[in-house]
């Protein structure tokens, strides 16, 4: 079985930095990508991010592009999300989940395991 626990959220101004965290539990971290997705108060899950096994390969939302940083320690079984300039459209609840997927990192069906979620609100 696998779990996935998120930490680093917060209430936080506009223009201010986070730094989400996510662990995972379970054997074979390593062998899966692994993603980032948000939810805002009446809005659907959106992708936000997603990294490669190897961390190589790195994608992300046109909406985070530039401000966002995914990256990932396989020796600590740990994602992050290294979040700048933060907007108040940025607050959502933070959720990582895990993927075999190689092609559509942004489609959420493709993610087999997610974490409860770490909420993040950013005032103006």
């Known amino acids: 079985q696998v779990q996935l626990v998120e930490s680093g959220g917060g209430l936080v101004q506009a223009g201010d930095s986070l730094r989400l965290s996510c662990v995972a539990s379970?054997?074979?971290?390593?062998?899966?990508?692994m993603g980032w997705f948000r939810q805002g108060p009446g809005k659907g899950r959106e992708f936000v991010a997603a990294?490669?096994?190897?961390?190589?390969?790195?994608y992300y939302a046109d909406s985070v592009k530039g401000r966002f940083t995914i990256s990932r320690d396989n020796a600590k079984n740990t994602v992050y999300l290294q979040m700048n300039s933060l907007k108040p459209e940025d607050t959502a609840v933070y959720y990582c989940?895990?993927?075999?997927?190689?092609?559509?990192?942004?489609?959420?069906?493709?993610?087999?395991?997610w974490g409860q979620g770490t909420q993040v609100t950013v005032s103006s």
């Open positions: 989940a895990r993927t075999s997927t190689t092609i559509n990192y942004s489609d959420s069906s493709l993610y087999d395991y």
């Open positions: 379970g054997r074979a971290f390593s062998a899966y990508s």
């Open positions: 990294i490669g096994w190897s961390g190589r390969r790195t």
